[in-house]
């Protein structure tokens, strides 16, 4: 079965610390996602990559970066959180090209206080 | 705004019920997901369409996606408590990205 691990479930940070959130998956997959998930405003995108060191923004970029070194892990930085920036993270990875099915980690529940 | 709406936002429904969930797309769809996400967790792929006209089922849930292919449905026959949680839609963009609907929330009352 595919994987998709998050390194925290639950995290509690500061306003203005540096955040680290990361994903590993199992699979080979070529693409990485990393989307938040908002009440009323579903899931949004915020980087994704199809290969390592390649990175493309979503939609809702600002405020965070991302860095992929290795294929089977994709970290979601927050420079300088805010409290705009509690919210669930999700991550996934899927194949490249054909059907984009997503596989979801188990998602990192974020508040920034 | 968003690209895909999904109707309705939430649905509350007795045990045994059919019921459908809608999800509206501004352009046309070339790939169109449904996933389900149990509360508090990650999602799960359900089914993909891709061809106007068709239909996929899997257990007690069909979907379908319309003929001008911008419109899909997912229909829950028979449901149970099982079923509950929330569904979205998403789709294909131009990478291998993909944008979801806000989702809808369903709740099935034993």
């Known amino acids: 079965d595919v994987k998709v691990t998050q390194s925290s479930r639950y995290l509690v940070k500061r306003t203005g610390e540096k955040v680290f959130l990361e994903c590993v998956q199992d699979?080979?997959?070529?693409?990485m996602f990393w989307y938040r998930q908002d009440p009323g405003l579903g899931l949004r995108l915020i980087y994704f990559s199809y290969d390592v060191k390649m990175k493309e923004k979503g939609d809702i970029p600002e405020g965070y970066s991302v860095s992929r070194e290795k294929k089977e892990r994709f970290s979601l930085i927050l420079e300088s959180a805010s409290t705009n920036q509690t919210s669930m993270y999700l991550c996934?990875?899927?194949?490249?090209?054909?059907?984009?099915?997503?596989?979801f980690g188990p998602g990192t529940r974020l508040t920034v206080t | 705004s968003q690209e895909l709406e999904q109707s309705p936002q939430s649905l509350i429904v007795q045990e045994g019920k059919n019921l459908t969930i809608n999800c509206t797309s501004s352009k046309t769809l070339y790939g169109l997901y449904w996933y389900k996400q149990k509360y508090g967790e990650g999602l799960i792929f359900l089914m993909m369409l891709q061809k106007g006209g068709e239909e996929k089922s899997h257990e007690k849930i069909t979907a379908k996606l319309d003929e001008k292919k911008q419109q899909s449905s997912l229909h829950i026959t028979a449901s149970q408590p099982s079923h509950a949680g929330i569904y979205l839609c998403?789709?294909?963009?131009?990478?291998?990205?993909?944008?979801f609907g806000a989702g809808t929330r369903l709740t099935v009352k034993p």
């Open positions: 998403g789709a294909d963009k131009e990478f291998d990205d993909m944008r």
């Open positions: 699979m080979d997959h070529e693409n």
């Open positions: 996934a990875s899927s194949f490249w090209g054909g059907v984009n099915e997503q596989y």
